[in-house]
């Protein structure tokens, strides 16, 4: 049996062993305001009406041009949306809503600190300041259509007002996660070819004021070094018109926003309309190699995902006020906090800081305070804030009418404590399983139609058609109840086009495994693959397991192993880096790092947190390893590879299984008895 295989078999088994949960049914009152109460949508989505059935989506934007092709596939399988169509998502989100809800609150703003006030941008206001900043970028960044401008800001009001400047004039953004490093970021300046970078000086978190612009000097440093100048970093600042930064700004080349913004006051600029097909942003995620992936958007396909399954999923209406507790440097942010939540209207939260400061109870102060009514998270935070403030929800006068779950598999028990605590019995939940490849929801219950059932993401969306294989490619049988690797026959609207600049590295991970003709220009012949193994019960619902490939989800957020190793081996001393997911009460999954060293260098607690170090640096802390190992040797197989599967048994306390096959047996219970 093979490494692969034993990983195989183990994911059926958590299948075999998962008790299937009981229905829950929205309530009377969910239903009578339900956005999608037709139970008919699934016939009307179906294989015989792809892909015309989108146009409902696309018939949810205004288009400068309306679309002749709804899916062109002459290029396949970069497939395009929409064509011929011309579109503007900036003008979408915003302009389009003027004539009605101009006085509406757009964004709440809210900061860490309690203390300080909350900013509450209408859409009036949220035009202007757009406005006025894609003057700046056209004018004097010097930024056009089809440019990219990196983005490494802080949740703030300033992230999305960046995002929707860009856009109205066709700037493809690449917003990289605030959390993640200068060096983190400058790789994806150097992949992007940016070069404008746009930051903030500061933010807070956990109550702390941190110096973010230090990072930005990092970032286009060491971009230099790999070839790409940046000629200006464009600087918001915290509070404006002061300095929270004891980093210098580099004369030339750094300006406060703020202050160039004056010379913009009062400008207006008209929304490029942009090809349907034309880049909105880069996302960037990891994958099985080390490098990741900017995954490309489309403007009028993304958008017009995005709008739809915000509003039959995520049964938004203009009046809601709606609160995604993501983070907008990840994909869940840019669909449903930024472009699905502002292209229909509704009043989205952005808060600055974490979740539990300056105590468990903040998140309901927060939905009390701005009466918010749809609520979306992850299991992570659901966990922490089970475990921290169980009781705190009751204490606050909120009431949801929907919750969202995603990023990871939410146990039942956990599903069961916000349904009953959070949602006060009151809410339905969606658990919504989709990537950052895949624009927006994939499986979700619709809220009005499918029941809920914990654990389960359910069925897949209107005009999804999800397939399992097995590993030689066969399909699995309906329902069947066996583990597999879940695949999507169709394309639709919210895919990305491709990874940026590297096509071929597009088809090979995604395409290449279960496609049936790589000549073909059918769709029928080209399954997405999604790199995740799930079962499907006998009711049609899918279990999602988890991923197939060398990547750990921690809290609800996607790290290659092989960048976390690729950054240990940075370490002089090391001579081999092995990382494996170890289960977390609260983050799902932590990296266990373990680390052999070159001949001639010791073990000791200063070089383990020189490694430690090493990955916050690379990457950012959120891939800070949980223990770093150094271990005299590696277990290995005989033709020399790291026996990743064995470590990861050690390191869960599980059995090893049969390691007498390895190259150096041995070395297995040393490494045991060192990690009990
Ligand atoms: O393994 C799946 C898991 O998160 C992966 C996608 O991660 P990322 O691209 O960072 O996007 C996160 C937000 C969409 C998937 O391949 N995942 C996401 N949502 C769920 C999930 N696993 C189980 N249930 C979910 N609801």
Redesign the pocket.
């Known amino acids: 049996m093979t490494e692969k295989d034993i990983t195989h078999v183990s994911e059926a088994q958590i299948a075999v062993h998962w008790q299937e949960e009981d229905y829950f049914y929205p309530s009377m009152q969910f239903i009578a305001q339900a956005n999608m109460t037709d139970p008919a949508i699934y016939e009307k989505f179906s294989l015989d009406n792809f892909p015309n059935c989108y146009k409902a989506y696309a018939d949810l934007l205004e288009w400068d041009e309306y679309w002749h092709t709804i899916l062109d596939t002459s290029d396949a399988p970069c497939w395009k949306w929409f064509v011929g169509g011309r579109i503007n998502a900036s003008h979408n989100c915003i302009d389009r809503h003027l004539a009605k809800n101009r006085n509406k609150t757009a964004i709440h703003f809210v900061p860490e600190l309690e203390e300080e006030k909350v900013e509450h941008i209408t859409y009036q206001e949220l035009w202007v300041r757009v406005n006025e900043f894609t003057a700046l970028l056209r004018d004097f960044a010097g930024l056009k259509a089809g440019d990219r401008a990196t983005l490494h800001m802080p949740m703030s009001a300033e992230l999305p007002i960046t995002m929707l400047a860009c856009a109205r004039l066709g700037v493809i953004h690449s917003e990289v996660f605030g959390g993640f490093s200068g060096r983190a970021c400058a790789d994806r300046i150097v992949d992007s070819k940016s070069n404008v970078l746009i930051t903030m000086d500061a933010y807070y978190r956990s109550g702390t004021l941190l110096d973010h612009k230090k990072n930005a000097d990092i970032a286009v440093e060491l971009a230099a070094k790999d070839g790409q100048t940046v000629n200006k970093v464009l600087v918001w600042q915290r509070y404006p018109g002061k300095s929270s930064t004891p980093t210098p700004m580099v004369k030339g080349r750094d300006f406060f926003i703020n202050e160039e913004l004056k010379r913009f006051y009062g400008k207006r600029v008209k929304p490029v309309s942009m090809p349907a097909e034309a880049p909105l942003f880069l996302m960037y995620?990891?994958g099985t190699t080390g490098k990741p992936k900017g995954?490309q958007h489309s403007t009028g396909g993304y958008l017009a995902y995005v709008t739809g399954t915000s509003k039959f999923v995520q049964d938004i209406h203009p009046e809601d006020v709606y609160w995604c507790m993501?983070d907008i440097g990840?994909?869940?942010g840019h669909?449903y906090i930024v472009y699905g939540p502002l292209s229909l209207c509704a009043s989205t939260v952005i808060y600055e800081g974490v979740p539990n400061y300056p105590d468990a109870g903040r998140p309901w102060r927060i939905a009390q305070d701005l009466g918010v009514n749809i609520f979306h998270t992850?299991?992570t935070a659901i966990r922490a804030l089970r475990k921290i403030g169980p009781d705190e929800p009751a204490k606050y006068n909120y009431h949801f009418k929907h919750m969202t779950?995603?990023?990871?598999?939410?146990e039942p028990e956990v599903w069961k404590w916000y349904y009953k605590e959070v949602g006060k019995g009151e809410a339905i939940i969606v658990?919504?399983?989709?990537?950052?490849?895949?624009g927006g929801?994939l499986?979700?219950t619709l809220p009005a139609i499918t029941p809920m059932k914990p654990g389960s993401?359910g069925p897949s969306l209107p005009g999804i058609h999800p397939v399992i294989y097995d590993e030689d490619g066969n399909e699995l049988p309906a329902g069947c109840g066996r583990a597999g690797n879940i695949c999507i026959r169709n394309p639709w609207p919210g895919g990305f086009q491709t990874i940026w600049g590297d096509r071929n590295r597009f088809v090979q991970n995604y395409y290449a495994r279960y496609c049936k003709d790589p000549k073909s220009k059918r769709w029928q012949d080209w399954p997405y693959l999604?790199?995740?193994a799930a079962v499907q019960a006998k009711d049609g619902y899918y279990?999602?397991?988890?991923?197939i490939d060398d990547?750990i989800?921690v809290s609800?957020?996607?790290l290659g192993t092989k960048e976390i190793e690729s950054a240990a081996l940075i370490v002089p001393e090391v001579a081999e880096a092995a990382v494996v997911p170890v289960a977390h009460e609260i983050k799902g999954k932590e990296p266990d790092l373990y680390i052999a060293l070159k001949p001639g260098f010791d073990a000791s607690p200063e070089l383990e947190k020189k490694i430690s170090d090493a990955v916050c640096n690379e990457i950012g802390k959120i891939a800070k390893p949980r223990r770093v190992w150094i271990v005299k040797d590696m277990p290995k197989t005989r033709s020399g590879k790291i026996m990743r599967r064995v470590l990861a048994a050690i390191s869960n306390k599980k059995d090893v299984g049969d390691v007498t096959t390895l190259a150096n047996p041995n070395i297995v219970d040393e490494i045991k008895a060192m990690v009990k």
């Open positions: 995620t990891s995954c993501a990840w994909i869940t669909s992850a299991p779950t995603v990023g990871e598999p939410i658990d919504t399983w989709w990537q950052t490849e895949t929801f499986c979700s993401a999604t790199g995740d279990r999602i397991l988890g991923r990547v989800n609800g957020h996607r």
